[in-house]
């Protein structure tokens, strides 16, 4: 008699609908912020680790994109590879676009040349590297949409089954 007038309180008819009760008005919804919480916070990290990463990209491509200066270098030193003498580790050269002196550092053990084509590859490898940075820094933005995108179904989930991510979160 106790029992099914506690069960009357509550508004239920048996012990089955008492538990549905409990489930869905106690222990399920207290289950559900539990698990946004967590995902909430996987998520976070990573859309914060992806955030950082394009900024190491950016400076990366900031970093890259004086590949034309390299360009003038090899081509300032090979206009005066004759002034250059073997072991020289400097070269002041008058720097024909802007009518400057540009000192130019060089490698003693290495021709006159193949100081040129040091700077040559550093331009090359420059350009190379704007083109990858800027790769990386694409998938990056996607990889933030969709971070976004979960973040804002994970605090608006009404039910569990809405939390589903997949597994390989980016």
Known sequence: LKENFKLDIIGVKNV????NYIEDFLV???RLEQEKKNILSQLNRLLKQ???LINEQ???KEKYEGADKYKILGDLITANLYRIKPGSIWLEAEDWNTGETVKIELEPEKTPAANAKKYYNLCKKCKRGVVEVEKRISSLQSDIKWLEE???LAE????ESWLH???NTK
């Open 16 to 19: 089955n609908e008492a538990m």
């Open 58 to 60: 950016l400076k990366l």
């Open 50 to 52: 992806k955030k950082q």
């Open 28 to 30: 399920g919804p207290k």
């Open 165 to 167: 991510i997949e597994e």
């Open 156 to 159: 608006n989930a009404e039910n």
């Open 150 to 152: 979960q973040i804002w």
